[in-house]
């Protein structure tokens, strides 16, 4: 076959004119033979059942009834007429019935002869009735590529009311397989079909739209779910794979002094064998010559910090400069505060750029910026500003990535002449299924251990009807010497209700912690940088006991004295960020508590949600739930939802083959990087034509 054949415009096909392509056009998003090829039906009717007349029961599914046509009649009714046909096996006998279409029915059925009739029946008058039968003639149906399994097509009410049925599509692609005899080139080579003992291309389309049996289509749809995948996989491994060779990085080729150092004289604690793991990926990744572009998953408090500060200093070992970009204010503060302590011991120049810096310091952190007497500078997107030039850049850090947008993380690399090193953290779990698809083309890091002797966090569900129970609960902890988060949802649409809530929330907690005892902070999105700062150091010098606040809190924000997180209205928040939230305590020695308050009334994946979260501590269980409850697009934000235009295969359901597809497309591209082996030729072929046709760099982020 002409591989040029499948892009032929669908006007060409048999049974298409120009109003018919329209609708599939517009409707249906086929423009070429090769996009109908790849209509794949989304269930299938299961004919290789039949039935007899005496077996039909009054239920609404759909049979198939072999019999033959005995008689036909017009009945003349108040609004037009119906035609009636008997229609008989050697059971009994029923009627079929038409209420349009009566000429052309009139002129082609033939009396006596074997039919193979498709529908649902009504029971009407005593006896069975099928509207509209789906017939055929049985010996045509005994040849029709439609005999077993017959499927159902996608289909909208525009192309059925424009006579385009699911029987027509059918029809169309059987046209497509006389045409092409059924030969389509072969897209996988021999190696990967044997090894996986996959159907053939050809025989994989062949069953995916004519099914002999069941066996046959589950082999069908896993040989093009497979394919679907493995292409999507090489084109992310490529990309890794080129990045590596194309684009040089500064290569970090010293563990020095700073490093050293701090590893033999500082360590405020003994590194975890994760973070210890971590860290080795880091440093093989710095030495090479390729720029690192390594993506660092952990769990809250997980302990990201420390091996993102051990990194800098590989960078600064070799003289380059580092930086840690954070989403928020007060985070920046706290990494800078944190960081501050280990770089005064080791001599480090260190400063923290954030929208309030003054301007006078703003000046003098350009300044020696860019004259190289800054070593370090954490900050928020500040740093992204073009005024901020640095002297030599060797490594950026980007936390809580998710954030931050794709553009955004590229402006960071355009920093320098070269682009830095990349680390970006997260502690948003991100499914392993989805981050080999939305990050497939960063190297993955993941810390999965917590730093001993943390307990597990216990976390228990309440609703509003007990929250003076809640407060005692709290005043007891705080008799402890603890201290408490109250947090309000802070959701930007209904802003003005919502702060509403926080304000009348925090004045409750006043009158029921009162003064003479209790101190209580405030933070939310409101209020000037500098209040936040003050009143969230109050917190964190342990001077109040308890800090209600918005969301604000969610990221990095480490108090290990706190043991109490009350979530209000937490039906309203979703998973990550409630697993978000309860890493804020659990940070120290004593066992913490999470309390998720909501009224009565809860949806059903609202109860999902919150017993997910009294049922488990860990994150990435958690983010496996909440992928199934918001689907992949929602999870990760609309501009990678371009992961998700997959025809045939379920980054969920199918995540095993997924996995399968990624080893695989590593495995080819590892030794065949060209793809000019001649055993691989058919996926070259393949790959070019999707690239070119396919467009499936809209794939990726
Ligand atoms: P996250 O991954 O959420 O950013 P952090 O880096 O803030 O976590 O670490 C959480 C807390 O755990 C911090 O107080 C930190 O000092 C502490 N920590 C980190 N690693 C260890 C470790 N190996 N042993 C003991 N405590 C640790
Ligand atoms: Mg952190």
Redesign the pocket.
Known sequence: MNPNFLQTPIEYLKGVGPNRADLLKKELGIFTFQDLLHLFPHRYLDRTQYYKISELQKTNAEVQIVGKIIHIKTVEQKRGKRLVATFTDDTGEMELVWFRGHKWIRENLKLNEAYVIFGKTNWFNNGFSMPHPELELLEAHEKSLRSAMQPIYPSTEKLSNSGITNKVISTLIQNLFIDTHSKFSETLSSSILNELKLLAKSEALFNIHFPKSQNLLARAQYRLKFEELFFIQLQLVRKNMLHKSRIKGYTFSNVGTYFNSFFTSHL?????EA?KRVIKEIRKDLGSEAQMNRLLQ??????????AFMSMLIALDNGFQACLMAPTEILSVQHYN?LLEWCNKLNISINILTGSTNTSNRKEIHEKLQNGELQLLIGTHALLEDVVQFKNLGLAIV?EQHRFGVAQRSKLWHKNVQPPNILI?T?TPIPRTLAMSVYGDLDVSI?DEL???RKNIKTVHRYDSNRLKVFRFLKDEISKGRQVYVVYPLIQESEALDYKDLMDGYESIVREFPASQYQVSIVHGQMKPADKEYEMNRFVRGETQIMVATTVIEV?V?V?NATVMVVESAERFGLSQLHQLR?RVG?GAEQSYCILMTSHKLSADAKTRIETMVSTNDGFEISEVDLKLRGPGDLMGTQQSGVLNLRIADIIKDAEILKIARGYAFQVLKSDSSLSDPQNLPIKNAYAALVKFQNIWNYIS
């Open positions: 405020p604690f003994d590194l975890t973070q952990g769990d809250v408090g997980s302990g990201k910090t420390i091996v944190s936390d953290m502690a810390i730093p001993p002797g990095g480490d290990p890493g940070r």
